[in-house]
């Protein structure tokens, strides 16, 4: 069914009770997340530890909802233990990077960098021993050699990886923000055409 057959009385009655009517009606939703989030972004760009708690935020809720399906009935064959082991770790992880942000902000720059570089490393060794089967790798050991040189940056100045990481978290909250309220209008007006919104 198209839009253009849900604009009228019966269309509107059709429509309710749907997933997209019910969206409709909590388009305001949308509309307070996005600018929730374009404030998280500029925070991000302000004070940079504020992504280290989202971040933290993040792991306590994920720890929590891992604890919560471990805590559920163990599905056949199946172990309920390593659900369990992961919520409590990220329980205990994001407690600990709110409990300490400055801390928690170092330790993450420290681990992305050295993520940064073993996949660096890992990439130009495919690379090399790629280059009889594949053309254009220097491709990939361009892009392992910038992996390698960004970790070892951060490495040698982790105040600026904290800052570059924040700034890259802070451009995608602001943006991801922006498209989430122009989705809050469109919905509210497609909403006014099925008459989940008044």
């Avoid at 992504?51 to 604890?67: A, Q, R």
């Avoid at 992961?86 to 409990?99: E, R, T």
Wanted: proline share 3%; hydrophobic share 65%; no cysteine.
């Amino acid at each position: 069914m198209s839009q253009r057959e849900l604009t009228g009385p019966a269309g509107a009655a059709l429509a309710a009770g749907s997933m997209a009517f019910e969206l409709a009606k909590k388009w305001w939703v949308l509309l307070i997340r996005g600018v929730l989030l374009i404030i998280v972004g500029l925070l991000a760009f302000a004070s940079p530890i504020t992504w280290v708690i989202f971040v933290g935020i993040g792991m306590l809720f994920d720890g929590v909802s891992m604890l919560f399906a471990g805590f559920t009935d163990e599905p056949g064959g199946q172990s309920r233990w390593p659900l369990l082991i992961v919520g409590i770790l990220g329980l205990l992880a994001g407690l600990i990077v709110l409990w300490n942000p400055a801390l928690g902000g170092i330790t993450l720059t420290y681990v992305i960098a050295a993520w940064a570089v073993v996949i660096g490393v890992l990439e130009i060794i495919s690379a090399i021993r790629l280059r009889e089967e594949i053309d254009n790798e220097w491709w990939l050991i361009l892009t392992g050699i910038l992996a390698v040189i960004f970790g070892i940056l951060v490495f040698s100045n982790v105040l600026a990886g904290i800052l570059t990481i924040a700034w890259v978290f802070g451009i995608f909250a602001i943006v991801y923000g922006i498209l989430s309220i122009v989705l809050a209008f469109r919905v509210r007006d497609f909403g006014t055409k099925i008459g989940a919104v008044t």
